[in-house]
């Protein structure tokens, strides 16, 4: 983007994950209906990389500022051995493979790429001490999610590098005592909106949080079939953490209906950016409350764009993915909608989203399909796959500007993947010790194209 671009408000950067080279379908995350359909299906890592460097591509080529996530190494050997297997890497992977196939799909699962689960991000304008604040996830829900923090850490660091103006905080404590006492179930941004006063969404303008959880030790009513990974007491901590004024915040609980239909995060089933929220009317557990919440808090700014259920039914919400498209502010202010392909295939969901564009009441202006299939088939549309940096003017200027990615970089990006990523892969694959070898020579590489020192368990032994 060019310096003289930048609105005095700032801008809002996405950062997304890098799909890793051991993406594959384990059927890992209960409660998440694409995972479970196509458990054992064979993937394809390389496509799969492929096609989230072209979102990107697009996204950059909007005029936006698109920054990039590391891949986590993968089989993560130091889980193995912290449960006991020993030897030499590839004797510790013989034997994973051989007593608990389950164990070595879950440390081998790339789903560091889903970055919206990474962490909660706080942008200064908004924070006691004027400086970003970062969030780690504990993602605790999932053991294959579970093991992510320590280097989603590193690599925030290894970005957001100026302690003067940023912050990258570890993540929360992760107990879960079985009676609901204090219990911090946190999934990061994917149930986290910031919202505005107006299209403008940079880090330096002051912003609402919206944070929704699954449950809370009071809630309402509970998901009776599948988990609730968000808690309140979760969402309470992390604007406490980040300093973040209450009289700033809206706390509200998730549809336990639509968990139960497959809707594990909030952003499978509502998105907002500035002052705009498209959402489900069974996106909520008390959807007037909610909405008149967050009207209240943007000071009648708000604009809500909802789908009702004769619309488009919650399993059309789930299968294609509606709400976890992009909805970006565009240079000229208004919006786009970057929505997975599945979207327009479905011709209820497209009209909706036809409908919504035809309104002028609302500032989407237009809406583009994206081929995000292979990270589809795990539940990660497009808005899972980044995570937002709302950044005033100065902060942009402390990014890691290595990990900010236009035209150059994301051909090295796309002739890296090219040259390291297997087209196909199966779960029998997960214990060939080269497959851990190429993964490793791969990542060493992309610590060095994004800049980012050794942020890897094999790089710091
Ligand atoms: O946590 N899928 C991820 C998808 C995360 C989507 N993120 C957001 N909605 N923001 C999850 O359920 C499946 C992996 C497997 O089954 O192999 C998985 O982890």
Redesign the pocket.
């Known amino acids: 983007m060019d310096a003289r671009a930048i609105p005095s408000s700032g801008v809002e950067a996405n950062f997304d994950g890098l799909v890793g080279p051991t993406h594959?379908?384990?059927?890992?995350?209960y409660g998440?209906v694409a995972?479970a359909r196509n458990?054992g299906a064979a993937s394809s890592p390389r496509r799969a990389a492929l096609q989230g460097l072209a979102k990107m591509e697009t996204v950059a080529a909007l005029g936006l500022v698109q920054g990039v996530l590391p891949p986590h190494e993968r089989p993560h050997i130091p889980t193995l051995r912290a449960a006991g297997f020993s030897g030499s890497d590839a004797e510790i992977l013989a034997k994973v493979a051989k007593d608990d196939p389950v164990l070595l799909?879950r440390v081998s699962?790339a789903?560091a790429m889903?970055t919206?689960?990474a962490a909660t991000v706080l942008p200064g304008a908004d924070t006691r001490d004027g400086r970003t604040h970062f969030v780690t996830a504990n993602l605790r829900e999932?053991f294959?999610?579970a093991i992510e923090p320590p280097v989603t850490a590193r690599a925030l660091a290894a970005i957001f590098r100026d302690r003067a103006r940023f912050e990258v905080h570890g993540a929360l404590p992760s107990r879960s005592d079985g009676a609901g006492g204090q219990d911090f179930g946190d999934e990061g941004a994917?149930n986290h909106t910031r919202l505005t006063s107006s299209a403008a969404n940079g880090g330096g303008r002051a912003g609402v949080h919206f944070f929704v959880y699954g449950t809370a030790t009071d809630a309402r009513r509970k998901p009776t079939r599948f988990p609730a990974r968000q808690t309140r007491a979760a969402s309470e901590r992390v604007a406490a953490i980040a300093g973040v004024d209450p009289v700033h915040c809206v706390f509200a609980q998730q549809n336990a209906d639509a968990i139960d239909a497959g809707v594990?995060?909030n952003?499978?089933i509502a998105v907002g950016n500035g002052c705009m929220l498209l959402c489900h009317e069974l996106a909520f557990e008390d959807r007037a409350a909610t909405l008149e919440a967050l009207r209240r808090a943007t000071g009648g700014a708000l604009v809500v764009a909802e789908i009702t259920r004769d619309e488009v039914s919650l399993e059309d919400a789930v299968k294609s993915y509606l709400f976890?498209s992009q909805l970006l502010t565009l240079p000229d202010g208004s919006m786009a909608l970057v929505a997975p392909c599945e979207c327009e295939e479905n011709p209820r969901v497209k009209a909706a989203i036809d409908r919504v564009i035809a309104d002028r009441a609302n500032p989407l202006a237009r809406a583009i399909f994206m081929d995000v299939r292979e990270s589809m088939r795990?539940?990660?549309g497009p808005?899972?796959l980044r995570l937002r940096v709302p950044l005033a003017p100065a902060d942009l200027a402390a990014v890691n500007p290595s990990a900010i990615v236009g035209p150059a970089k994301l051909a090295q990006l796309r002739a890296w993947v090219t040259r390291h990523y297997r087209e196909e892969l199966s779960a029998a694959d997960l214990a060939d010790p080269g497959l851990l070898r190429e993964s490793r020579d791969a990542l060493d590489e992309l610590t060095r194209l994004l800049d980012l020192g050794p942020i890897y368990d094999f790089q710091r032994e």
């Open positions: 594959s379908y384990a059927g890992l995350s998440n995972s458990q799909a699962s789903s889903w919206a689960n999932m294959h999610r994917a594990f995060h952003d499978v976890n795990n539940g990660g808005a899972c």
